[in-house]
């Protein structure tokens, strides 16, 4: 059974950047069927998704977020990681990874999802 | 950019009703991609649907998804306690972005 584990990063200032793990474990990161997402979820509010990436290294981004975020994977480690530069308050969330399924890179569902580590951006 | 627009913005009802929720794209969705999410209160989301009116692995026939173009519904056929939850349409097709839904709470009544 996949399980996804978020790294828990905690609080960062304004400014900072904000750099997660997503931990895959029941299942190979390196299957090319699967792409690996990340989404966010501000607090009382709906979902958001940052961008998903394929083993081999295809990545794509959600253009409102796309010039502050970068996605990156370790097959030998069976992990896949954000980093999300230039915080501000408005970047604190809920962050998610979750394992994507569709035909292309940006056409994702996502199942299952991690549970999730809270990010709180404040000076 | 694609809009995804769900209602009603709550829906309040008792255990054992039908509940019957929207989602509607401000564009034709033609190939059909969209997904809908459980979330219950401090969990993650949890897939039901995907591809408008398939049913994810282990998720019960009492849910179902249906709908083409850029009205798409799920549907409850009879409400269980574990069913009142905040659920989110999705859309993967087309162009990016990968986008949401505002959500829809359903409450008890």
């Known amino acids: 059974q996949l399980q996804l584990q978020e790294s828990a990063p905690g609080l960062l200032k304004p400014s900072e950047t904000l750099s997660l793990t997503c931990t895959v474990s029941?299942?190979?990161?390196?299957?090319?069927?699967?792409?690996w997402g990340w989404l966010r979820q501000p607090p009382g509010k709906g979902l958001e998704w940052i961008g998903s990436?394929?083993?081999?290294?295809?990545?794509t981004y959600n253009p409102s977020l796309r010039s502050r975020v970068a996605i990156s994977v370790d097959t030998s480690k069976n992990q896949f990681s954000l980093n999300l530069n230039s915080l501000t308050a408005a970047d604190t969330a809920v962050y998610f990874c979750?394992?994507?399924?569709?035909?292309?890179?940006?056409?994702?569902?996502?199942?299952?999802w991690g549970r999730g580590t809270l990010v709180t951006v404040s000076s | 950019e694609i809009v995804l627009t769900q209602s009603p913005g709550t829906l309040s009802l008792s255990p054992g009703e039908r509940a019957t929720l929207s989602c509607r794209a401000s564009?034709?969705?033609?190939?059909?991609?969209l997904a809908w999410y459980q979330q219950r209160p401090g969990q993650a989301p949890r897939l039901l649907i995907y591809?408008?009116?398939s049913r994810a692995a282990g998720i019960p026939d009492r849910f179902s998804g249906s709908g083409s173009g850029t009205d798409f519904i799920l549907t409850i056929s009879r409400l269980e306690p574990e069913d009142f939850a905040v659920y989110y349409c999705?859309?993967?097709?087309?162009?990016?972005?990968?986008?949401f839904g505002g959500g829809t709470k359903v409450d008890i009544k």
């Open positions: 979750a394992r994507g399924w569709g035909i292309q890179l940006w056409m994702n569902y996502f199942d299952p």
């Open positions: 029941g299942d190979s990161i390196s299957t090319d069927s699967y792409y």
């Open positions: 990436i394929h083993y081999r290294g295809g990545t």
């Open positions: 564009q034709s969705l033609s190939s059909g991609y």
């Open positions: 591809a408008a009116s």
């Open positions: 999705q859309r993967y097709g087309g162009s990016p972005p990968i986008s």
